[in-house]
């Protein structure tokens, strides 16, 4: 079974300055996806970013870009120029690529609790 | 339209009520979950509609019933909570389960439940 963990139970940083939440995971397959979700007070679940394992290049989306290294299995978010809108609870999320079985989970860690200061 | 709109936001009852949450999405997606999650915790799958069949219960107690009226509504039927299923109940759906685009969720705001 495929694990996720987040080691940082909670971070803060300053508006406008740079912040890396870590992930790392524990698979056998080859083939999977893994994602960033923030939810914010608001409680809605809000894809961030989305990795595919067989692509090298690191996916970026505006402000959050990873940092993927399939062979140590680290997945990071990095959040360049911080905005209080960024404060929230963040997830990281394992699913396998393939169809069948209990594929379709998807794996969660435990989450960050990002602080943003002014 | 990328929305998943769950009601009601907020839902207290007693342990005799019976009441239901409501989601609906028009992506015309095909697959629809249900999660629930506890306060600083990750969410937890609970069933997972593809065409508008279940294809997962994850072993859910039997006072939660879900119902996929058509591809657009899902429906989870609430009786005899505990007061330990206290959480907030969050939808999602996707393109489908396990073909392309399977793999991205689009989650709704969820509903708060407080069971007395």
């Known amino acids: 079974a495929q694990t996720v963990t987040q080691s940082q139970p909670e971070m803060s940083v300053q508006e406008a300055e740079t912040v890396t939440l870590s992930c790392t995971y524990d698979t056998s397959e080859s083939d999977y996806y893994l994602f960033w979700y923030k939810q914010p007070p608001s409680r809605q679940m809000i894809l961030v970013i989305r990795q595919e394992a067989y692509k090298q290049q690191n996916a970026t989306e505006n402000r959050f870009s990873v940092n993927f290294q399939k062979a140590a299995k680290s997945f990071s978010l990095k959040i360049s120029d911080s905005q209080l809108g960024d404060a929230a609870m963040y997830f990281c999320a394992y699913r396998s690529a393939w169809g069948g079985g209990s594929n379709y989970k998807l794996t969660f860690g435990k989450g960050t609790l990002l602080t943003v200061n002014p | 339209d990328t929305e998943v709109t769950q009601t009601p936001k907020h839902l207290v009852m007693g342990m005799t009520n019976k009441k239901s949450l409501k989601c609906e999405q028009h992506m015309g997606h095909r697959a629809m979950y249900w999660y629930k999650q506890k306060a600083k915790k990750p969410p937890e799958l609970m069933f997972v509609?593809?065409?508008?069949?279940l294809s997962i219960n994850e072993s859910v107690p039997s006072r939660f019933s879900p119902e996929c009226p058509n591809s657009s509504l899902l429906n989870l039927h609430l009786h005899a909570l505990q007061p330990e299923d206290s959480a907030l109940y969050l939808c999602?759906?996707?393109?489908?389960?396990w073909g392309a685009g399977g793999e991205k969720l689009f989650f709704g705001s969820g509903t708060q439940l407080s069971v007395l």
């Open positions: 509609y593809s065409y508008e069949k």
């Open positions: 999602a759906s996707s393109q489908d389960v």
